[in-house]
């Protein structure tokens, strides 16, 4: 079973920062929180991971509440391209370990 | 990251046929993946194709279903046998880059329909 609590879906306005919270509040001192995103109809895209600092990649932000129970995927100028699936993942960072996918948050950016 | 191609983009199915699936990947990879996704519904792992040995298959998938062959570290094939329109789901492969990411990485994915 997913170990994340995800909102169902969220509205974003085009060029406005996207905030995508996810709750993690069992997750382990040596799991990793990765996000990935599913556009309609492709195969999910990485987007980022960490583990209790804060990450910034050419895509988003990722900011892990100091307990680690909670994060935020930040896309910080949202696109109508952006509109897709969000799927926060808690895994252990260990090479073979399959993902476990919950349903996600469907993030709608609108014009 | 790796590139990942799958074959066919989709396909329409007669029930009680068989089709299989192709993963390309541009490099040699040693963990590969196959991912179902049902209508509406988010990605379930089918198994764990390893070059060199058998899949793992999760609870749920047998291998008589869904064989699995892995010839090489750069493709691999799933088979969706005995088809039922249960089956019409996205097929998707993935595979794990190790270093400094340890994470996967997803082809375009498999849209099968049957009838």
């Known amino acids: 079973d997913a170990k994340t609590t995800q909102p169902p879906s969220m509205d974003c306005a085009e060029g406005r920062a996207a905030n995508l919270p996810c709750n993690h509040s069992?997750?382990?001192?040596?799991?990793?929180v990765y996000w990935y995103r599913q556009i309609h109809s492709q195969g999910p895209q990485y987007i980022i991971h960490?583990?209790?600092n804060n990450e910034t990649n050419e895509m988003a932000s990722l900011i892990i509440t100091e307990d680690r129970k909670s994060s935020t995927l930040i896309l910080p100028h949202a696109t109508l391209r952006d509109t897709a699936v969000y799927y926060c993942i808690v895994r252990v960072r260990s090479y073979g370990q399959n993902f476990v996918f919950g349903p996600g948050t469907r993030l709608s950016v609108l014009p | 990251s790796a590139v990942i191609s799958q074959k066919p983009s989709r396909d329409i199915c007669q029930r009680g046929t068989s089709l299989t699936i192709q993963c390309q990947v541009d490099?040699?990879?040693?963990?590969m993946f196959w991912y179902r996704q049902q209508p509406g519904q988010s990605l379930t792992l089918i198994a764990t194709a390893n070059q060199g040995s058998e899949a793992t298959y999760e609870s749920g998938f047998v291998i008589d279903k869904f064989p699995i062959s892995r010839p090489n570290l750069t493709f691999s094939t799933l088979t969706v046998s005995n088809m039922s329109p249960e089956d019409s789901s996205i097929y998707l492969c993935s595979v794990e880059e190790g270093g400094t990411t340890d994470t996967q990485y997803f082809g375009p994915g498999t849209r099968l329909t049957v009838l």
């Open positions: 960490g583990l209790k």
């Open positions: 490099s040699q990879v040693t963990m």
């Open positions: 069992t997750i382990s001192g040596n799991e990793y």
